[in-house]
């Protein structure tokens, strides 16, 4: 069974950082791509930051300069350095993953920029 357990979210203040780390049940080198999406109250679930098996990364716009992704095969995690905390950062923060068997959810994580 395939599961994703997301943790580090909680509350920091404008221009603060957190860290996100994602945890995997399986070896993480069989997925293709990992990456973590964001959903804001009343809006869209968006990708954030994606990384692939061979470690090829892209961003969104908004978060371009700000936030590293990165993984560890060693110890079946990937992470989201967030720098520079916008209030606009906050939403729920989700861990995805996609292999040959299919596309797999975290529950999420809860991250609050206050100004």
């Known amino acids: 069974q395939v599961q994703l357990v997301e943790s580090g979210g909680g509350l920091v203040q404008a221009g603060g950082s957190l860290r996100l780390s994602c945890a995997t049940s399986v070896n993480i080198i069989s997925f293709y791509h990992m990456g973590w999406y964001r959903q804001a109250p009343g809006k869209q679930r968006e990708l954030v930051a994606r990384?692939?098996?061979?470690?090829?990364?892209n961003y969104a716009d908004s978060v371009k300069g700000r936030f590293t992704i990165s993984k560890d095969n060693a110890k079946n995690t990937v992470s989201l350095q967030m720098n520079s905390l916008k209030p606009e950062d906050t939403a729920v923060y989700y861990c995805n993953g996609f292999r040959f068997t299919g596309d797999y959810w975290g529950r999420g994580t809860q991250v609050t920029v206050s100004s």
């Open positions: 990384i692939t098996n061979s470690d090829s990364t």
